[in-house]
């Protein structure tokens, strides 16, 4: 598990990490209903790139679509299931990418590129909603950096970073961390020591920063 502990609690907002891949649906779900609980708790979500196929061989892990591919009636029911969370927390934008799965590793690499270059958080924005607003095939490098470019970023050096050893390395680096603080999917949350997995467990999130304002106020 995460090595944080109560002293590493910021003085006026308390972090949450927040390990995705822009392949998971449920990661882009999380990143859209992310401000609105930091908004209510005063938590600090802090965002950390993994490659989730890499921590599914890790961890011994499966997609769903894979572990639930001969038992047609829980596909059903997951579909089900998440038609039910985005209408009930109105995500009208939210779209099924046809190209599902797409292969992540070039934009999980450009996230640690855009990190080194200070435009992280508009890169984030603009590869969730290609992917789960724009249903774009963003393993399609044209794709990609037409997106890049289209939010105002340099796609150009994005790209050329995303294949240089260091970036390579810590993104590599990220994934075993996660693994070895236990987690096995995306979205994975830490609150402080605590691990959360999946969109469904964002109320359970808010809920440990809470209790851990109380406890510490």
Sequence with gaps: MSTGNIADVLEDRIPVRFLFDFGSPNAYISHR???Q???RSGAKFEYEPILLGGLFKLSNNRSPAVANA?????????TRELDRFVERHGLSRFRRNPFFPVNTLQLMRGAIGAQQLG?????????????WERELKMDEPATFAQELR????DADALMGLSQTPEVKRRLLANTEAAHLAGAFGSPTFFVVSEMFFGKD??????EEVLRIRASTS
């Design 201 to 206: 467990r964002l109320r359970d999130v808010e």
């Design 33 to 35: 209903l992310i401000p």
């Design 70 to 78: 001969d038992i047609p009636n829980k596909l059903s029911y997951e």
């Design 119 to 131: 435009c992280f958080e508009p890169y984030v924005e603009a590869v969730f909603a290609g992917m």
């Design 150 to 153: 289209a939010a105002g970023l």
């Design 37 to 39: 609980i930091e908004s």
